[in-house]
């Protein structure tokens, strides 16, 4: 009896040892601890990367198998990668994976998905992988952007990439896309990292997520938050609800958000860039933009908020080539150098709050904007009126729409609209313009047109009596009285035949002189427009 009752004693023993190196399951003190989800040993992903103590583990979703395991992440999660020749989904589960190489997908392991559980700020929960030092966590790289040379389709989502606040001298990248068709972040986080947090090259078809990056890039390397890099190949990118936190905690030299190279159909809609609270500290007395485009065709960001920069928040200039159609609505900019400075040829300005800029709000670059429905607020540290709220230094631009407004007798604009020198034919038009003295209009062009803007009156006609016998009447014409009066025109009919001439204009009056001496009843028409 004694006998049988120990050879079942020795059966468990050893069937719980086989199971154990077959299914994953390990001995931790006197109970049975399992490592893997509980139920079937079989899910929909292609393989379960998960943790137990030091010890990386790589399930085989189809099998159950625990086909790899190491002290190593990155070689463990690399080896998974291999295998998927045809795809598949890897699953990661909460932990700290700290990867000494980067994770590489290449153009031989294409629809492949990477999903962790989820992350938090908290170091220690979610799904979170340390980059390697001075590279990226992920690498998605082709040969050429061309097939069947790329990477197509691949899916980040749910999980996280930082470096330890106590390790933060150490630089690390988030996740590279270089000749990939078709890819997919959705709910990422990346926090501390010294270097680039999303770069992206020569890749297409991409949508981008709740990708969230704070504390990212780098001083030394002219690392960029967010940088798209690539000609017509980089198109069709779009990113919604992004968010990008003081990007200048590295001492930043360049922008938050970098486009060069004249990527195309880019969209940013719904999003957060944020520098720093206190202007003097992160860097901040760089002249470097929050959001820098160079040379992008066709760019459309809506419904952002960017602020607390010193420097132009975005600024549109010529790279490799020119800009075109951009569209930017419904975006609030705050606490910052300027704005919005813009070479777009096409570009539609609109729907956008404007608040405490210390210079201007929008200065355009290049012709052919329209500046319509925005809404301009006192300035912040614009004492010496010294910048107008739009500036413009092209020609055939649209300004209608617009609201203006200051904040009393100190902080306010120099103009609400400003034509600079050797500019034309621009329209300024149904504007609200309510900041008292400061409400004006600079005309320059010969040939620009202001009109219908309440509060601020640049045309005006009447009929005026003339005493009879006289040869000299002065008008009184209305016109708002910063108007410079050299750029009034005026327009004269009398009602009797007679030479004559006017003179005399000032900013609220003009006189006349008749060859011909006024009969009875006599009356001139009169017209007065900037």
């Given at each position: 009896m004694?006998?049988?009752?120990?050879?079942?004693?020795?059966?468990?023993?050893?069937?719980?040892?086989?199971?154990?190196?077959r299914f994953g399951f390990s001995q931790s003190g006197n109970f049975l601890k399992s490592i893997v989800e509980p139920g079937s040993m079989v899910t929909e992903a292609s393989y379960v990367i998960f943790t137990d103590g030091s010890t990386v583990y790589a399930r085989n979703g189809n099998t159950g198998e625990i086909e790899f395991s190491g002290l190593d992440a990155s070689n463990v999660i690399q080896s998974t990668i291999n295998q998927l020749t045809s795809g598949g989904k890897i699953f990661v589960r909460a932990g700290y994976y700290n990867l000494s190489a980067p994770i590489v997908i290449d153009k031989n392991h294409n629809a492949i998905v990477i999903e962790g559980e989820g992350f938090s700020r908290a170091e220690d929960i979610g799904t979170r992988f340390k980059p390697p030092s001075n590279d990226y966590a992920f690498k998605v790289e082709g040969t050429s952007i061309a097939y069947p040379d790329c990477v197509h389709h691949v899916e980040f989502r749910n999980f996280g990439i930082s470096i330890p606040t106590a390790d933060h001298t150490i630089s690390g990248s988030g996740i590279k896309l270089k000749y990939v068709h078709g890819s997919l972040l959705e709910n990422i986080w990346m926090w501390n990292l010294k270097g680039y947090g999303l770069y992206i090259e020569q890749a297409a078809e991409g949508k981008f997520d709740q990708v969230d990056m704070r504390y990212c890039g780098d001083a030394s390397s002219n690392a960029s938050t967010l940088e798209i890099v690539g000609d017509g190949y980089t198109n069709h990118l779009m990113f919604t609800r992004l968010w990008i936190g003081q990007p200048y905690y590295y001492g930043l030299r360049v922008s938050a958000i970098y486009f060069m190279g004249s990527p195309q159909w880019i969209s940013i809609i719904q999003g957060?860039?944020?520098?720093?609270?206190?202007?003097?500290?992160?860097?901040?007395?760089?002249?470097?933009?929050?959001?820098?485009?160079?040379?992008?065709?066709?760019?459309?960001?809506?419904?952002?908020?960017?602020?607390?920069?010193?420097?132009?928040?975005?600024?549109?200039?010529?790279?490799?080539s020119q800009n075109f159609h951009v569209d930017i609505s419904r975006c609030h900019f705050q606490l910052a150098d300027s704005a919005i400075s813009s070479a777009a040829t096409f570009g539609d300005i609109h729907d956008n709050y404007f608040l405490s800029l210390s210079k201007y709000a929008i200065i355009t670059q290049r012709n052919q904007h329209d500046i319509h429905d925005n809404y301009f607020y006192y300035p912040y540290y614009n004492v010496n009126n010294t910048y107008s709220y739009i500036v413009l230094n092209s020609s055939y631009n649209l300004v209608k729409g617009n609201y203006f407004y200051d904040s009393g007798t100190i902080n306010q604009s120099k103009y609400s609209v400003e034509e600079l020198a050797g500019v034309d034919y621009n329209r300024i038009e149904g504007n609200n313009l309510y900041a008292g003295v400061t409400a004006k209009v600079v005309k320059v062009g010969g040939s620009t047109i202001i009109k219908n803007n309440n509060g601020y009156v640049t045309e005006k006609n009447g009929i005026q009596a003339i005493t009879s016998g006289s040869t000299i009447v002065t008008v009184n014409h209305g016109l708002d009285s910063s108007i410079d009066p050299t750029k009034i025109k005026i327009t004269v009919t009398p009602n009797w035949l007679t030479t004559f001439r006017v003179y005399g204009k000032t900013n609220n009056q003009f006189s006349v002189e008749f060859g011909t001496a006024a009969p009875s009843s006599a009356q001139i028409d009169w017209y007065a427009e900037v």
């Open positions: 004694k006998i049988k009752k120990f050879l079942v004693i020795i059966s468990v023993v050893v069937l719980s040892a086989v199971l154990g190196y957060y860039v944020h520098g720093s609270a206190d202007q003097t500290v992160y860097g901040m007395t760089s002249n470097y933009p929050a959001v820098q485009l160079l040379g992008v065709d066709n760019f459309y960001m809506q419904d952002m908020y960017i602020g607390y920069f010193n420097a132009t928040l975005v600024n549109i200039t010529d790279g490799v």
